[in-house]
């Protein structure tokens, strides 16, 4: 049953962990082979759900709110995650570079800002510290870090 007030319901169903599928509980095909990215093995795994999922939520939502400031809706979003030992097992460092091809940085950044207030899946990374959404003249690995450590 959904949540009341949902705009959209599903339920994502893992019944073997790392290995084997993962799929959309009643939409048959909609499955994804899953393994771990500490193993060679073939599949998607988690680090790249995440990245996926941020990538994309986000990036329609800066869209968006270029559309409601009337400006061009060309932001790109290049997510990074990265897999790290912690005291107790792993964590994740994330890293969103978001490109503005067209806007100042002044302007970047308040779009920026209202995004990280607006989307969903930023919402709930954008107070963990090992998350980072930073303002990119290009996609580069040369200013990343490790965020939380």
């Known amino acids: 049953m959904a949540v009341e007030g949902s705009l959209y319901h599903t339920h994502v169903v893992n019944e073997n962990g790392l290995v084997g599928q993962s799929f959309v509980e009643g939409n048959e095909g909609l499955s994804l ?38 400006m061009p809706q060309d932001t790109q979003v290049r997510t990074r995650v990265d897999i790290v030992k912690d005291t107790m097992g792993y964590k994740f460092i994330v890293d969103a570079q978001i490109m503005f091809p067209n806007e100042n940085q002044e302007d970047a950044q308040a779009v920026l800002d209202d995004a990280l207030n607006q989307c969903p899946v930023a919402k709930l990374l954008k107070a963990n510290d ?4 930073r303002i ?6 040369e200013d990343a870090e490790s965020y939380g450590e």
């Open 33 to 70: 082979g899953v393994s771990s990215s500490l193993v060679s093995a073939s599949g998607t795994n988690p680090e790249q759900f995440i990245g996926f999922a941020l990538s994309t939520c986000f990036n329609a939502t800066l869209r968006i709110v270029e559309q409601q400031r009337h």
């Open 130 to 133: 090992n998350v980072n959404f």
């Open 136 to 141: 990119v003249n290009a996609f580069n690995d």
